[in-house]
Nanobody, 114 residues
């Protein structure tokens, strides 16, 4: 399975963005789909996960501000991010996982200016 992220960009504090993870080579309902983020010099940080039945989990910093959802018709996973702040500046990466598959995209950059 292959994943490609899009939707990143430069926004101001308090604004919103929606990221998309387009999946090919497999149906998202058969995978645990997750978003992570990474900044230079820091470990990759988990953001949110959605499984094939639609169950979602969020990191503490994402709870209440971010929403992960699945668009099964487009075979894509979305991440809606509200009330963004400078600490959310990172490269956001999509992950599709089902043993033995562990597929990552190149990521999409999100930059939040203060």
């Amino acid at each position: 399975v292959q994943v490609v992220e899009s939707g990143g960009g430069l926004v101001h504090t308090g604004e919103s963005l929606t990221l998309s993870c387009d999946v090919s080579g497999g149906f998202i309902i058969f995978y645990d789909m997750a978003w992570y983020r990474q900044t230079p010099g820091k470990q990759r940080e988990w953001v949110a996960t959605i499984d094939g039945t639609g169950n979602t989990n969020y990191a503490n910093f994402a709870q209440g501000r971010f929403t992960i959802s699945a668009d099964n018709a487009k075979n894509a996973v979305l991440l809606r991010m509200n009330n963004l702040g400078p600490d959310d500046t990172a490269r956001y990466l999509c992950n599709a996982r089902r043993e033995p598959t562990d597929s990552w995209g190149p990521g999409t950059q999100v930059t939040v200016s203060s």
